[in-house]
């Protein structure tokens, strides 16, 4: 039965015209619902993460799955949120998404230095918008390098083009998982 999971794929449910007509939602929580693929996923997520020193999770699927990589590596868990979530100072990026804009905010008391290897974890790369908004809040507010920021995804939506901005603005990146425009 194991072994059915070693394609991630199967484990993710596809929600057509949400959440407007013409997208093709990749539904996550099928795969969060499902123990072996969502073991499989992690275990795969945190092997991607071994040279880390900090582990960041993006508001909110970012938390389902960096705290648990972040618990296994025995690192620091940082939450970047949205704006007004957090008790502190912060350091907030605005940025667009593929139907508006928001922002991201870190705690300016988070205990993030140059020599960081920071992991930023989402569900999933559309435009790259999200996880460009967090990299940056990291390498211009506390400094570390660019290429010591690695964001990882679940998903990577390769139409979308958002894998290759990360890389083209000098960050790592990696997903466990592709779709094109399916």
Do not use: W
């Not at 390498?139 to 660019?146: G, Q, T």
């Not at 690695?150 to 990146?173: P, R, S």
């Amino acid at each position: 039965m194991k072994e059915f999971y070693q394609d991630l794929k199967n484990a993710i449910r596809t929600v057509p015209d949400f959440p407007i007509p013409g997208i093709q939602f990749r539904d996550i929580t099928s795969l969060i619902e499902n123990p072996l693929a969502f073991n499989k996923a992690l275990v795969d997520l945190t092997s991607l993460s071994f040279k880390a020193t900090k582990i960041v999770g993006v508001e909110s699927r970012g938390f389902v799955f960096g705290a648990p990589i972040a618990r296994e590596l025995d690192l620091p868990f940082i939450m970047a949120r949205k704006p007004g979530k957090l008790p502190n100072e912060t350091h907030k990026r605005d940025f667009d998404l593929e139907y508006g804009s928001t922002s991201l905010e870190i705690q300016k008391n988070t205990h993030i230095v140059p020599e960081d290897k920071v992991v930023i974890i989402d569900d999933l790369i559309a435009t790259g918008g999200t996880a460009i908004a967090c990299a940056d809040l990291i390498h211009e507010n506390f400094n570390v390098p660019k290429n010591q920021i690695t964001v990882l995804a679940v998903i990577d939506l390769t139409d979308l083009g958002g894998f290759a901005k990360i890389t083209e603005k000098g960050y790592n990146a990696g997903a466990l998982i592709e779709y094109e425009g399916e």
